[in-house]
């Protein structure tokens, strides 16, 4: 067991990390959607808060990168921006089709969005 979590250990900390700043995003998504009664601008204020925890603890913690910031920070933004929009854009739509709580179209969403997060960091962020 001990030589999978090793093998695994960057990966189960992205998990980590990326289920901590799903929380954020998703409570902070519910507060501003039931606040400003608007997804995409929801989405957008979640996702900058809940970004900035996780580029900090997948840089640090995660990836332990030793890159400077700012040539990081810059790719991770526009990664981030696309991810944002592309959730903003599919839950948005969905939702006119599907009657159900944007929150739980969110979810599906943003978990395929993870994964190619993953490998766009992995390979292209903080190599």
């Known amino acids: ?3 999978v979590i090793n ?8 998990i980590i990390v990326a289920i901590l700043s799903f929380i954020i995003d ?3 998504f519910n507060l501003f959607n039931k606040l400003i009664l608007n997804i995409i601008y929801a989405t957008i204020i ?9 580029f900090l603890m997948n840089k640090n913690k995660v990836f332990k990168s ?3 910031y700012a040539k990081e920070f810059i790719k991770y933004l526009i990664l981030v921006i696309m991810q944002m929009f592309l959730s903003a854009f599919l839950v948005d739509t969905l939702a006119r089709y599907i009657l ?12 395929v969005i ?12 903080f190599s």
């Open 7 to 14: 093998k695994y250990q960057v990966f189960l900390k992205y």
């Open 46 to 54: 979640a996702r900058i808060i809940s970004s900035l925890f996780n």
């Open 1 to 3: 067991m001990k030589e």
């Open 66 to 68: 030793n890159k400077k």
């Open 100 to 111: 159900i709580n944007p929150t739980f179209i969110k979810i599906p969403v943003d978990f």
């Open 114 to 125: 993870f994964i190619i997060n993953y490998l766009v960091q992995k390979f292209l962020i």
């Open 26 to 28: 998703i409570i902070l």
